[in-house]
């Protein structure tokens, strides 16, 4: 089965305190991205990667690293988050031009 | 920038009737739109993709249409069942970059027994 995963699914940590969100798909995708969603802002995207080793900044790419050392994983990394950054985080997986989406990551940052 | 917008954020409906949600974008037009459904907690499921030559597209009991005039997306739900309210999401293409999409903020839709 197609799937996106992402662990954790509920996160809360406090300020400062350095975490990482996983992120792998099955399907051999090539681009990867992550999205942050908050009420009234939408989806907004926050890092992408066009394949191994390569990434670029999204629209809100302050406060967060990516990485992508193989092509099925891209973890999203906080090295300091704040409580701006509380949000429900998604990646997705690109085929052509439709994106699949994980299930969500829902973090607090104390 | 290239915008896009739903303005609705709300619409409710009788079951058995058609929905309809609208997406508008400024500036130039897409390549191609998608709409997305996404339930409470959970990540967004694409449901169909438009492109610009493409005036109406079809699946099961969903429509969408394109209309480059109004810079428009209609998206209907005919028939509607309590079991899709959700919230449904719009989004654009951003021209040459692959797979970057403009998403807009959402039309959260409940049909009522």
């Known amino acids: 089965e197609a799937q996106v995963t992402q662990n954790p699914r509920y996160l809360i940590t406090v300020t400062g305190k350095k975490l990482t969100v996983t992120c792998s798909q099955n399907m051999n995708h090539e681009y990867m991205s992550w999205y942050r969603q908050d009420p009234g802002l939408g989806l907004r995207q926050i890092y992408y990667s066009m394949n191994v080793e390569v990434t670029d900044k999204g629209d809100v790419p302050e406060g967060y690293k990516v990485s992508r050392k193989e092509k099925r994983n891209f973890p999203l990394i906080l090295e300091s988050p704040s409580p701006n950054q509380t949000s429900l985080y998604f990646c997705a997986s690109t085929v052509g031009d439709t994106q699949y989406f994980g299930p969500g990551t829902r973090l607090t940052v104390l | 920038s290239q915008k896009i917008e739903q303005n609705s954020e709300a619409l409710n409906i009788q079951e058995g009737k058609t929905a309809t949600l609208t997406c508008n974008y400024t500036n130039y037009s897409p390549a191609y739109l998608q709409w997305y459904r996404q339930d409470p907690g959970r990540g967004p499921v694409f449901l169909l993709l438009?492109?610009?030559?493409?005036k109406e597209k079809r699946k099961e009991r969903l429509k969408v249409t394109f209309d480059t005039t109004l810079k428009q997306s209609l998206f209907h739900i005919t028939a509607s069942q309590p079991a899709d309210s959700a919230t449904y999401l719009c989004?654009?293409?951003?021209?040459?970059?692959?797979?970057?999409?403009?998403f807009g903020r959402g039309t959260q839709l409940t049909v009522w027994p």
């Open positions: 989004a654009r293409d951003r021209g040459s970059t692959l797979g970057r999409l403009y």
């Open positions: 438009i492109r610009e030559n493409e």
